[in-house]
């Protein structure tokens, strides 16, 4: 990380068994998933696990195969224990497994993984701008930024209130927060691509992150370009093993080849990504 920190901390990745702790239906498709990871190391914002879709049997299963990527929304201690909690919601069978778990049943988790936000520069507004599951990637930098001092700006937007997630943790923070949704049912209606115009609009310089639906992350990027503000996404390919060894969430880059998003990601600087190709 530069501006604030200085270099970002790493944190090698374990391999192993997540014991779940609680899991809670939020409304609609949204859950909320509590994990207790023996030799968790920590993580940096925008970092995610692969984690096993459904709890551990005594019989392996073979459907679904493969581990769903999953943002770490944010992490805390209990009891000795280092929790991690992920906000998913359940579109198909992997995560409607995963919805299904019950608390003391096991999960298999990778993790830390992925490169994360890099910090704002001194006297950069920061403006995070979320969507859908991106909502899920930004609230640890949110949080964290706040606490240094930084000014931040949450942006979130959904379909309708009740796909929108983590609102109430986000209204909790020391930090402006708006939301937009598609159909008026919360906050203003229409794109959250549209608050983010109104943020830029002041003067001085400023930051943004985005992550979400590609082209509402590519709307943001060519937002912040034409303002000449540095724009970083947290993509959202599909990924199949999270080390950059299958290829499969490979991301066309403006200068030409590709960034494997699990490996190079899931963070990059919204510039270098050729959005066209990701359509």
């Known amino acids: 990380m530069n501006g604030l920190s200085g270099a970002p901390r790493r944190f090698d990745p374990i391999r192993g068994e997540a014991r779940v702790v609680s899991i809670v239906d939020e409304g609609g498709p949204n859950r909320r998933l509590l994990l207790a990871v023996p030799g968790w190391p920590g993580f940096e914002p925008g970092q995610f696990v692969m984690l096993s879709p459904g709890g551990l049997g005594s019989v392996p299963r073979r459907d679904p195969l493969l581990p769903r990527p999953m943002a770490v929304y944010r992490e805390h201690r209990s009891n000795r224990e280092r929790h991690i909690e992920i906000l998913f919601k359940v579109h198909g069978r992997g995560t409607a497994l995963m919805a299904d778990v019950v608390a003391g049943s096991r999960m298999r988790v990778v993790g830390p993984l992925g490169t994360p936000f890099p910090d704002p520069q001194e006297g950069e507004r920061a403006i995070l701008v979320a969507g859908g599951t991106g909502i899920a990637s930004v609230y640890e930098l949110a949080s964290g930024l706040s606490s240094r001092g930084v000014s931040v700006q949450v942006l979130l937007g959904a379909r309708s209130a009740g796909d929108l997630m983590g609102e109430a943790d986000f209204a909790a923070l020391d930090a402006p927060l708006r939301v937009a949704t598609e159909d008026g049912s919360r906050g203003q209606r229409g794109l959250v691509t549209a608050l983010l115009t109104e943020a830029l609009d002041p003067s001085g310089p400023a930051r943004v992150y985005a992550c979400g639906p590609t082209p509402m992350m590519a709307a943001a990027a ?56 990701l359509a």
Do not use: H, Q, T, Y
């Open 222 to 277: 060519k937002i912040a370009a034409e303002r000449d503000v540095p724009c970083w996404v947290s993509l959202e390919n599909p990924m199949a093993c999270g080390f950059g060894v299958c290829l499969g969430c490979a991301a066309p880059l403006r200068e030409g080849g590709f960034a494997l998003v699990c490996r190079d990601g899931p963070v990059l600087p919204a510039e270098s990504v050729a959005w066209e190709g």
